[in-house]
T-cell receptor, first 116, second 110 residues
Framework: GAVVSQHPSRVICKSGTSVKIECRSL??????MFWYRQFPKQSLMLMAT?????????EQGVEKDKFLINHASLTLSTLTVTSAHPEDSSFYIC????????????FGPGTRLTVL | EDQVTQSPEALRLQEGESSSLNCSYT??????LFWYRQDPGKGPEFLFT???AGEEKEKERLKATLTKKESFLHITAPKPEDSATYLC???????????FGSGTKLNVKP
């Protein structure tokens, strides 16, 4: 149980284009999902907390107009990187909490974004 | 300032050579400490949650312990398949805030 999937696993795009990454909870409902980014040899940095049916809460320093998050259902959250630039190249990982009372985050397999 | 520090940054062991990884934290309002394993190019895989000082949890060759200031992940008689990066994270504020350490990259040689 508690399986989280991400799509796509890898994406390469040109500078200035937008990229959408999907995060799905496959066997449970996730009221809250989180989006992280991870640079090589570094740990996970929380970007935003996504709550179903409401606006995402962004961490300090994360541009909400650049990283658009939508959590339209209890099993799907999307992250759209708008007007991507090479410095946005990173490993993006989502996680989800089972239900509303659990505390453990279960992570997706990650999406490797490369902006040329 | 809330902080999670892991040491060592990298650890090389021979198969069967037991050791410990450290995670020290200065986080107010700690609700839980989590250990994850991350393989290259993959998302973290959940291992343990510890809630209070003195608590211990085991899974196969891994044992996690918690004090008021740090947590240890003990690896007994490791095997090459235990090679991975081990991350610890601290949850606070009803688990809406997670702070991750930078990880310990473990390499177990046969």
């Amino acid at each position: 149980g508690a399986v989280v999937s991400q799509h796509p696993s890898r994406v390469i795009c040109k500078s200035g284009t937008s990229v959408k990454i999907e995060c799905r909870s496959l066997d449970f409902q996730a009221t809250t999902m989180f989006w992280y980014r991870q640079f090589p040899k570094q740990s996970l940095m929380l970007m935003a907390t996504s709550n179903e049916g409401s606006k995402a809460t962004y961490e300090q320093g994360v541009e909400k107009d650049k990283f658009l998050i939508n959590h339209a259902s209890l099993t799907l959250s999307t992250l759209t990187v708008t007007s991507a630039h090479p410095e946005d190249s990173s490993f993006y990982i989502c996680s989800a909490i089972v239900g509303t009372s659990s505390d453990t985050q279960y992570f997706g397999p990650g999406t490797r974004l490369t902006v040329l | 300032e809330d902080q999670v520090t892991q040491s060592p940054e990298a650890l090389r062991l021979q198969e069967g050579e037991s050791s410990s990884l450290n995670c020290s934290y200065t986080v107010s309002g700690l609700r839980g400490l989590f250990w994850y394993r991350q393989d290259p190019g993959k998302g973290p895989e959940f291992l343990f949650t510890l809630y209070s000082a003195g608590e211990e949890k085991e899974k196969e060759r891994l044992k996690a312990t918690l004090t008021k200031k740090e947590s240890f992940l003990h690896i007994t008689a490791p095997k090459p398949e235990d090679s991975a990066t081990y991350l610890c994270a601290v949850g606070r504020d009803n688990f809406n805030k997670f702070y991750f350490g930078s990880g310990t990259k473990l390499n177990v040689k046969p």
